[in-house]
């Protein structure tokens, strides 16, 4: 009865983090639509979220505390919770990064933008989808999808550095583009902290699973 008990709050816990990551889904999706679209009110859909993910890490937070102190987790169970407790801190500095570029986006006015704006796009879709990886390998207890998020994260980086390269190129064109330029790269260089955030958490998940993290051995 104990055990049933305990697994039911786990049971909880891990579906506040499924949540809370389709919140982070919703954040990144729409900045990034504020970005392409100009939609100015999207910005209060970014900021509901936010609140949301910080909401949602707290009440995870508390209910992690708990199982720790009064539940007496084995070991398993102390590596999933110890974990999740780690995960939920990555999942809120996305959700951090996502209003960042929200805020970014809104300075640019009425600019036209000085480049397309098709790779942006491309960069938030492999990060939204390995921040939905990371979750459902830790759903899952699946090792496997848990490290393929480093393979996603070398395209994200990849995609990076020809961002960068072609906003540099395009700032030597012409210095006037160097205000516009600067907000392209803070945008482009959050999608790829989300990146890393990601592969934290993949990381995670393989400590819950093996009790070995890959970055302390």
């Known amino acids: 009865m104990q055990r049933e008990r305990f697994e039911k709050k786990l049971r909880n816990v891990s579906d506040k983090l499924v949540l809370m990551c389709r919140h982070i889904e919703s954040a990144i999706e729409n900045c990034i639509k504020l970005l392409v679209e100009r939609d100015l009110d999207l910005v209060h859909e ?14 995870i937070e ?17 590596r999933k919770i110890s974990a999740t407790m ?22 640019f006015g009425e600019k036209c933008y000085m480049q397309e704006l098709d790779k942006i796009p491309l960069m938030a879709r492999i990060v939204i989808q390995m921040v939905r990886d990371g979750v459902q390998a830790y759903i899952n207890n699946d090792l496997k999808l848990a490290r393929a998020l480093e393979a996603a ?17 395009l700032i030597k064109k012409d210095q006037d ?6 907000m392209l790269m803070m945008i482009t260089k959050y999608l790829e902290r989300i990146g890393d955030h990601a592969v934290n958490i ?14 302390m051995e």
């Open 62 to 78: 508390r209910n992690c505390m708990k199982l720790l102190v009064m539940e007496q987790p084995v070991a398993g169970d102390f």
């Open 86 to 107: 780690k995960m939920i801190t990555d999942l809120e500095r996305i959700g951090d990064q996502a209003w960042d570029i929200a805020e970014i986006t809104t300075q």
């Open 46 to 59: 970014v900021q509901k979220d936010h609140k949301r993910i910080d909401k949602l890490e707290r009440k």
């Open 177 to 182: 583009n160097a205000e516009h330029a600067i």
């Open 153 to 169: 994260d070398d395209k994200v980086d990849d995609l990076f550095k020809t961002i960068m390269a072609d906003v540099i190129a």
């Open 202 to 215: 993949g990381e995670w998940v393989e400590y819950a699973i093996t009790g070995t993290h890959p970055k």
